[in-house]
């Protein structure tokens, strides 16, 4: 008996997953739908975003976002909202690396901002645009994934250490704040995790 209840624990739960279509996020996506959840898969790349939700029929859509938009972020929230009158976890999940291991001396400062603008930027905005749906709900989670690069230094490129370190001190401030409302802020910070990104 016990196990069946495991198996709904986020029956009835909204969920929004930004960069949602591969990687990390695909996983939650099918392991928050295994479980009961319905969301919306929040990504650019939009052919395997609508892939996944064919995958996982009627608990899932798809909505373009590119988190560095503030537009094409409060437009996820509002389709959560508009689709299933709530929202109740939002899993602030995109993210990009440079696409080079640059050393301080030779770093761009173009690809560095692009991935301080996903990885942080996007982070702020994801959480800024939630927050205002969940502050009147109250008992809601926002989640961002961070990294085992947030509390080290040496193991990843200079952005993208940089922008989860600020990711980290994003969401710590953001939850001081937020508590107040019953939302849980928390960063998941994983080691090296085999997805396309890697």
Known sequence: MAADAVLFILEGKVTLITGGANGIGESTARLF?????????????????????????????FVRCDV??????????????????????????????????????????????????????????????????????RWCSIITTASVCSTIGGVAFHAYTSSKHGAVGHMRNAAVELGQYGIRLNCVSPYLVATPLA
């Open 68 to 137: 560095t938009k503030e537009d094409d972020v409060e437009n996820a929230v509002n389709k959560a909202i508009s689709e299933h009158g709530k929202l109740d976890i939002m899993f602030n999940n995109a993210g990009i690396v440079e696409p080079s291991n640059p050393s301080i001396l030779d770093n761009d400062k173009a690809e560095f901002e692009r991935v301080i603008r996903v990885n942080l930027v996007g982070a702020f905005l994801v959480t800024k645009h939630a927050a205002r749906a969940m502050i009147p709900a």
């Open 33 to 61: 739908s295994h479980h009961g959840a319905r969301f919306l898969i929040a990504d650019i790349q939009e052919e395997l975003g609508q892939s996944l939700c064919n995958d996982l029929r009627n608990s899932a859509s």
